[in-house]
């Protein structure tokens, strides 16, 4: 494994450009970064110059620096200091997440989408290729972030024994996706607005488990379903999906867990009930701290996540970075984001675990209301380095626009597969 120093964060780049869309102190220092960021990549010596908000061509080096958590199913998440390097995320860069082998490749003129409608005692299916969406509905653009629902599991599992894909803090990313508006294909399949019968919408992808034959599978309630943000995505950063990412279909949930957010899309159905699937009524539940690895947990006593909760973390400097001895400040970013479009009113830094908060300047989509905000925050300051130190202990944490913010600490949020875990971000630099 080589480690690969590097001085990743583009001063001027992003914040500098779009001062309108920002919150909170204004940061214009051109200052050099005195901080030297190593982080490990086992493939690639690959240099920071993902920087623009439209490189979203598939650079194989790039792709390369992605963190392969597992081949089969493909798991992988970003270096940490290239996710801040735009607000925008590459999609050759963007974490994935897959439960199952990717499915058999179909060109999107194959690939068919049954959209299974009850209406009263009329049931009936309505099939629809990528054409007929194009042609039929009306096209729209939503920055929205997708994060794991297990996002920072590794951080709690040095805690205490969890169990799932040890994701470090970056199984999350912010995309540009375009499609059409679920609730537009739905009524136009027959779905009455008004109808109470319906509380959920189930969605199925192409991908298929090889055990039992299911295939991937979820569902949101009927509610979120109708709402105006909800798409059937058919390109990512202005680009058609790649194969990553769903091609040619994924919904697009924004403000909810990524479980959601199904990938290849083939059928959408309209039900009285949750999804019956592994992943609706067993996965993706927190859990009770009451519960640990290998107790037998009734699923029932947690609800299916939807919305996640608020977040945040560090990207720069990454994980075991190195300062001099003489450095009084330091570059610190990362992002922040929160469920159900809550959006981020501030993130702070502390350099003594709590005690004092530093304020951060923020960086959020221009077009997204705190009310709205799909789109995750990036977040970035110079902090004040405490003297006469071997080693700085920063922490980071994020407030909502619910007023919710992170707990402190991983105790009171514990839970034995390690979902939704936010709580404050730490992290460690040694002093040379
Ligand atoms: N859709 C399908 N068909 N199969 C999957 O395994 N994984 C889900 C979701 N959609 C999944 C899926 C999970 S858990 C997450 S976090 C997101 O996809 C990740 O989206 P990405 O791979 O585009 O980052
Ligand atoms: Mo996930």
Known sequence: MAAVEQRCYSHGSGYANSKDAMHG???????????????????????????SDDSVGADPQRRAARIVKSEEPFNAETPSSLLVHSFVTPADLFFVRNHLPFPEHTDASKHQLHVEVQNGKKKGTVTLNLDDLKEKFTPTTITSAVQCAGNRRAEMSKFKKVEGVMWDATAIGNAKWTGVRLRDVLIAAGVDP???NIKHIHFEGADIDPDSGNHFG???????????????????NGEPLSVEHGYPLRLVVPGVIGARQVKWLTTIRTSE?????????????????AYNVGDNVDPASAPAIQEGPVQSAFCMPAPGSTISAEATEI?????????GGRGIIRVEVSTDDGATWHLTELKQAPDQTL????????????????????????VC???DRSYNTQPETPVGIYNKDGLLHNCWHRITIDVK
């Open 194 to 196: 008004n109808d109470d």
């Open 331 to 339: 570059d610190v970013a990362g992002y922040a984001w929160s469920g």
């Open 371 to 394: 009310d709205d905000m799909w789109a995750w925050t990036l977040w970035r300051a110079k902090i004040p380095l405490p003297a006469n130190k071997r080693r700085h202990e920063l």
């Open 273 to 289: 009930k949750e999804s019956p699937t592994q992943w609706q009524q067993k996965d993706y539940r927190a859990f009770s701290p």
């Open 218 to 236: 979820v569902s949101i309630p009927y509610h979120k379903a109708m709402s105006p943000e909800v798409l059937i995505a058919y390109e990512m």
């Open 397 to 399: 944490k994020a407030t």
């Open 25 to 51: 102190p204004r940061y214009d220092s051109d200052k050099p970064n005195m901080i030297t960021t190593v982080y490990v990549d086992p493939t690639s010596n690959t240099n920071c110059t993902a920087d």
